[in-house]
């Protein structure tokens, strides 16, 4: 029987508790034999946002998923200069994987933008199996407008419940900087790391 194996994307700058139940929702839910962490070190539509170091990023994540085996990091976008389109990183993805069944794992709100914002969408929507869509509240699947962009979507949409963490990436950053409290944000790990390297500097 193939892998079932879920794509998850980011920045992870840094990557926090919220990263790894949404990674463990997935995995239990949608039955899947792994989760790829695919850490992207300068995504197109954060290019004009200052990011931490790569080898920052990526060493916190490997800390982070270090003691669950299911969980695992694929530098198929670190390997390679960029641009680095998600379409692109899918495409190499199925050469790697060539029997697994592709789960992209996602927010609602970024499948509800989809024909807005994604590059080569529809190309991106034909090389997901399926799609894992994590529900927020505060964003309704508008199943029919997917379907007359990307006709087929909805057979593969697979829906995620996962508790609603009104935590960010970029609010982990602030309070770090603005000496505000962060530490049950973040892996043990993690939080030993950034109090022993000055990955996010304190603003003066």
Known sequence: MADRIGIFGGTFDPPHLGHMILASEALYQLNLDKVLFMLSPDPPHKRNLEKSDIQDRLTM???????DANL????????????????????????????ATLVYLMGADSLQSLYKVWYKADEFVDLC???????????????????AHYPGITQKIRLIDAPLLEISSSEIRDRIQNGGHYRYYLDEAVYEYLNSNLVYPHLD
Do not use: F
């Open 61 to 67: 994540l490997q800390k982070m998923i270090a003691k």
């Open 129 to 147: 199996d399926q799609i894992g869509v994590m529900k927020r509240p505060d964003t309704q699947l508008n199943t029919k407008g997917l379907e």
């Open 72 to 99: 695992v990091i694929t530098t198929v976008d670190i390997d390679r200069p960029g641009p680095h389109y998600t379409v692109d990183s899918m495409r190499l993805l199925h050469h790697a994987h060539p029997h």
